[in-house]
């Protein structure tokens, strides 16, 4: 007789354990998604308290219009991942994207490391002679990490050669970040271009009360915003700035009929 051979019962539920466990469906765990943070400011951050008002007669005229951005590193865009990402650069793509058909061009004349004086010697050569509607001077953090004072005279000599020249100025002020935090003359410094900027009676970005606001208002963490260098932006935050420089811009702007029936089509979609 031939006997049937099985498997030990043991080795059968063994079995059968598997079999059952390869048919249930596979749950797979999700990664937590990462969403940016909103980019927000304080209305008193951002209203430049002088308009562009020259700027914004081409914006209505629908003619073209030139911003050279000047500064230090925070404008040639240290800590960004490519170039494209430095603010100068998405300023550039933010009033485009809103000023369809206008020609605009934004160039970076930052160089890592210069404080105004250094800024102001370029100034015939990397700014005059490009004959730009408004220049963005960024300024006053590598004065403060020095141990520098703020050198007011310096800015006032710079802002009359450039209105001289027929451009808007718009003055931007520090980083908040913890580097500058760590110096004691940073309110300092801020208190100095701000009194400039009224003084000269042109434009103000307060970045360093817009950055306050995402630390202690948004509730920001500094890596949010904040390269591991404990001083410059990464991409999010120089984005942000860029966004928020083109709204304070065009806020109440007139803009030509050709652009705004464009900018009304985009929105409808």
Known sequence: MIRSWSWPVGTRRALWSLVLCAAL???VQAEPTHFAPACTAPREAVN????PEHLRLRIAQGRAIKIVAIGSSSTFGAGASTPSASYPSRLEAELKARLPGLPVTVINKGINGEEAPQEFARFAADVLEEMPDLVIWQVGTNSVLRDHPTPAAVLHDGIEQLKTNGADVILMNLQYAP?????????NAVDVIGATAH??????????????????????????????DGLHMNDWGYACVAKLVANALLDGAKLPATTANAASATLRR
Not at 48 to 51: A, I, Q, S, Y
Not at 179 to 187: C, F, M, N, R, Y
Not at 203 to 215: E, H, I, K, Q, T
Request: hydrophobic share 40%; net charge positive.
């Open 25 to 27: 469906p596979v749950t």
């Open 179 to 187: 580097k500058v935090l760590a110096k004691p003359a940073a309110q």
């Open 48 to 51: 430049l308290g002088h308009l």
């Open 199 to 228: 003084d000269e009676k042109v434009g103000l970005f307060d970045r360093y009360a817009v950055m306050r606001s995402w630390r202690e208002t948004d509730r920001l963490t500094f890596d949010q915003f904040i390269t591991p």
